[in-house]
């Protein structure tokens, strides 16, 4: 697929989308009482991990509203962090996962949440997913941020054919114009949100099934 063909897509979805999708966002919008700084996307972000907006929402205000520093997690009791983040499922795992992050944040890199790739992998439970999520709604830096509905539209689309989301965040930054690496989640997983739901897509209504390879092949009528 072009260049061109990307971007004509994802100007499409902005059109519609309007803001776009965002870590802890829900269908009411951001929650204004936390900002977008990498700490509290970061935390928010590991909290999203196999779960769903409203819960993510919900863990992370328990959370913020007791702990809303990388210091005051770090000296948390991870019990209490377990309670006030149980909305977002794996209390315990990610109760754990946070507090350590935490401390690993204070001790090696002087509690500023690293910009690279390779320094937030470090963390526990940061994956590149995780990674690309802080780079780019918390720092601004151009990344691809893999998630499900990500590798699935991309794949339905046809915009790539890979098998795993690492493969597919490698496949769109390669057709795609760094400039608009920022946009692929924001408006992908909006898009798989409300239009191109798993298992319940709404080609009918899609306003991108022009260009996809599922509509293409599977549909006699396009709108
Ligand atoms: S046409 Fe259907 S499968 Fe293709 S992106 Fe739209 S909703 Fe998804």
Wanted: aromatic share 6%; charged share 25%.
């Amino acid at each position: 697929m072009a260049e061109e063909e990307i971007c004509t897509i994802l100007d499409i979805l902005a059109e519609e989308y309007n803001q776009g999708c965002y870590p802890g966002r829900n269908s009411e919008g951001l929650n204004p009482e936390w900002p977008a700084d990498p700490f509290h996307v970061l935390i928010a972000t590991i909290l999203s991990q196999r779960t769903k907006d409203d819960n993510t929402r919900k863990a992370s205000d328990n959370l913020f509203h007791n702990y809303d520093s990388i210091e005051a997690i770090a000296s948390a009791d991870v019990d209490h962090v377990a309670e006030l983040v149980r909305p977002a499922g794996f209390p315990k795992q990610k109760a754990k996962a946070i507090v350590d992050c935490c401390k690993k944040l204070i001790t090696d890199f002087d509690s500023v949440v690293p910009s690279e790739t390779d320094e937030l992998l470090k963390l526990p439970m940061v994956g590149r997913k995780t990674a690309a999520c802080v780079r780019s709604y918390a720092m601004g830096i151009p990344s691809v941020c893999v998630d499900t509905h990500v590798h699935r539209i991309a794949n339905l689309m046809g915009l790539v054919e890979t098998r795993d989301p690492e493969e597919t965040e490698y496949a769109l930054m390669a057709i795609t114009p760094r400039e608009r690496w920022n946009d692929i989640n924001r408006y992908l997983v909006r898009h798989g949100q409300v239009i191109c739901i798993p298992n319940h897509m709404r080609c009918g209504k899609c306003m991108v099934s022009q260009f996809c390879r599922y509509a293409r092949d599977n549909l006699t009528e396009r709108p």
